[in-house]
């Protein structure tokens, strides 16, 4: 069975994930942040793409103030392998998984999967989690890899934490491109709450069967 999967969006008003500069930190306020920390200590893994991990070097890790947390498996889709060695994530419970023949990188463990158009396939990625014991996952960014899930299907819940500022359609949209040609193909959800946190909102949907 593969894994319950969370997209997880931090965004403007407008569903932008940072300015046309690439500058992202920090959109939303310290509560909704530690609501980001909390939802990641509450998945077996986090996911990302190797374009989060070339502009940001993120830890993906779950820091929560007072508490000690079982961490999450760091998983980056990285189809050329381009995960620096030097990386923060390119340590131990990471697992990058890659179209390219494996490498070594730092001490992450690499995977190659099927793919298409040089690409991991979804259902690969998800069923090479499932191996690793995953059973839910937490998607985080950026944009072409939450696109590459909503169009397989494959996103169970979304949460989103969205600022009360607007960035304009020169910003990175927290979605990229759908190529829908009929509202009735759209992904569609059902909100399952609305509340705030500080100054942003935090919204709760889940898809509709």
Known sequence: MRPTVTLKLATSLDG???????????????????????????????????????????????????????????????SRLRTPPSSKVAGENTLILTAAEPVAV??????QVAAEHGRPTIPAVLAALADFGVRSLLIEGGGQVAASFLRAGAVDRIEWLRAPILLGDEGRPGVAGL?????????TFRRLAVEPLGDDLWERYEKRQ
Request: hydrophobic residues 40%; without cysteine.
């Open 179 to 187: 190529p829908l040609l009929k509202l009735s193909d759209a992904p």
């Open 106 to 111: 730092g001490a992450a463990e690499v995977r």
């Open 16 to 78: 932008r994930i940072a300015t046309a500069s690439g500058e992202s930190r920090w959109i939303t306020g310290e509560p909704a942040r530690l609501q980001g920390h909390r939802l990641r200590a509450a998945h077996d893994a986090i996911l990302v793409g190797v374009e989060t991990v070339l502009a940001d070097d993120p830890e993906l890790t779950a820091r929560l103030p007072g508490r000690t947390v079982d961490q999450p498996l760091r998983v980056v889709l990285d």
